[in-house]
């Protein structure tokens, strides 16, 4: 399904459309140390006579070698010393070593990655290096399915294992490759040298923390991934997400089929700060939707448990900078992944902000669960669906330059055009085409209006009836039926609108499904006779639901 935010040109008559929418501490220096404090080479030279000293405390032999891998000296002078060490001239790992001094020099302790001696009965493999190349080669097209070796890794390498239990030998083999987008993807694989087992294998590319300046949330974290001397806009830590660049092309469709003809071309970086905070620099629009699926990615693992869209534990991607002057944004799932226009500069800016991430990312989680039909009252019910979950997800994120609220795409809207927002949950008639109250014909209206029903519902179930002001924005939310409805709170709406969604509704619940639904959701969650129970029926009462 290929769902995207509609737009026209009129005041905020711009619509989500399904698939659519729219440390450490470093070693000191010379000129930093005070009168006393001991230089990173005494500090080396007496964690090298303490180690001699305390080697059978240590599990250190004369098979073992050991090189200095770094120094930390506090300002009171108490020094650490990390050690790498070799068996019979192989690296070990998990063989790293930490000595820890008294400002005098004296031994306090030592931290180990392993803990006994790290000798193996033979350093002679009896598996050949092929045989754990051609391993390595089977991890990388299984963990990347459709991947395709190319050179860039690293031969087999004969090791010493000692991070996966007793010590043993091994070969340690990174495989590179591409996927099929021609991104860059590695593998590190340990094979037992001695049986051919496969010990253990992981992303062979590393991660860095990183930052970027975006377009609406400011200067933010990214996790990213180091390939060489350069960063991937790719996060290893949620499930290898990444962003890539559509380069202004476009895709060629036949209605709902698509073939595409702009690949996300990776977004690298020498640095790891990303972006400028203006549209000039094509990072910057990258940093505002890898954040945005950071952050979306994050709101529903550590709110509702989920792993991932799919709950599968893995990422998405997004293509920025789609088209030319493209005023709009959607969700394939096809392709699983986001595409984001720039605007076309006068109506609007790049479709990148948080709550347009969050809405778009939340299409693929309704495809996952309820897979709700995107047409009639299903279809409003798909499009309201992304409007509150992206809405919790720009108050979860707690983004002082984009603080919470309960309007849809402010930030892509330019001032100036109408009221500025996409859509408006407290009253969606704002808009001048949404639906505020149910009727037996809001399913003849466009899914993107017929939504408003639902978003008003959320928003008085949240915050409740009547005129107020929350985090500095001004609502006033009417109900349809002229009672008061007081709310229980976004976390509330967020939990009883997630569970009615992935365990209740269906492809074809409709608006009185939907209520169905989330009251048997509050039920689960706080009871039949509980208040949050109450507050659910009042609220779709108040939208003539019920």
Not at 413 to 432: E, H, N, W, Y
Request: net charge negative; hydrophobic share 35%.
């Amino acid at each position: 399904m290929r769902t995207s935010i509609r737009t026209t040109a009129i005041a905020t008559a711009v619509a989500l459309a399904t698939g659519t929418l729219v440390a450490a501490a470093a070693p000191s220096a010379p000129g930093d140390r005070a009168a006393g404090r001991p230089s990173p080479a005494t500090a080396v030279a007496r964690a090298q006579a303490a180690v001699d000293a305390h080697s059978t405390q240590l599990a250190v032999t004369a098979a073992q070698g050991r090189t200095v891998r770094d120094v930390v000296v506090d300002a009171d002078g108490t020094q650490h010393v990390r050690f790498d060490r070799s068996y019979r001239g192989l690296p070990v790992i998990g063989g790293d070593l930490v000595v820890h001094l008294t400002p005098g020099g004296a031994f306090r302790d030592a931290d180990r990655a392993a803990g006994g001696d790290l000798a193996v009965p033979s350093t002679t493999p009896a598996v050949g290096a092929d045989a754990a190349a051609a391993q390595a080669g089977g991890a990388l097209r299984q963990a990347v399915p459709g991947a395709r070796e190319t050179s860039g890794g690293s031969a087999p390498q004969l090791v010493v294992d000692a991070a996966h239990g007793a010590p043993r030998l091994a070969w340690q083999t990174t495989v590179a490759g591409t996927d099929y987008l021609g991104n860059p993807v590695a593998r590190t694989v340990l094979t037992d040298a001695r049986s051919g087992e496969r010990i253990a294998d992981w992303d062979g590319l590393e991660t860095a923390a990183g930052d970027g300046r975006s377009l609406y949330s400011g200067t933010v974290a990214l996790e990213t991934t180091q390939s060489g001397s350069s960063y991937q806009l790719k996060d290893p830590n949620r499930g290898n997400t990444y962003t890539g660049d559509a380069a202004n092309k476009t895709d060629l469709c036949f209605g709902s089929i698509c073939f595409s003809r702009a690949p996300a071309t990776l977004f690298t970086d020498a640095d790891n700060h990303w972006g400028t905070g203006a549209d000039a620099d094509r990072a910057t629009a990258a940093v505002d939707a890898q954040y945005g699926t950071d952050t979306t990615w994050d709101y529903y693992k550590n709110v509702h448990g989920r792993s991932g869209i799919a709950g599968d534990g893995k990422g998405s991607y997004n293509r920025v900078h789609y088209g030319s002057n493209y005023n709009n944004a959607f969700w394939q799932d096809s392709c699983f992944c986001m595409t984001y226009g720039d605007g076309d500069g006068t109506t609007f800016g790049p479709l990148v902000s948080l709550d347009v991430a969050g809405h778009e990312m939340s299409h693929g989680v309704t495809s996952r669960t309820a897979k709700l039909n995107y047409s009639g009252e299903s279809g409003g019910l798909n499009e309201a669906t992304s409007d509150i979950m992206g809405t919790l997800v720009e108050w979860y994120a707690g983004n002082a330059d984009d603080p919470g609220d309960y309007l849809i795409g402010e930030e892509i809207v330019k001032s100036g055009f109408g009221k500025a927002a996409l859509r408006f949950m407290d009253q969606p008639s704002k808009d001048t085409k949404s639906a505020d109250c149910w009727s037996s014909s809001v399913g003849n209206l466009d899914v993107h209006y017929s939504s408003g029903v639902a978003n008003h519902f959320a928003y008085l179930l949240a915050e409740g009836s009547g005129a107020k002001v929350v985090n500095g924005v001004s609502y006033n939310s009417p109900t349809c039926n002229g009672a008061s409805v007081t709310g229980i709170g976004r976390d509330r709406l967020g939990a009883i609108w997630y569970r009615a969604l992935s365990v209740y509704m269906t492809s074809t619940t409709n608006y009185a499904g939907a209520r169905t639904a989330t009251l048997r959701a509050a039920t689960d969650l706080y009871g039949a006779s509980s208040a949050e129970y109450a507050a659910v029926a009042a609220a779709w009462s108040a939208v003539s639901v019920g």
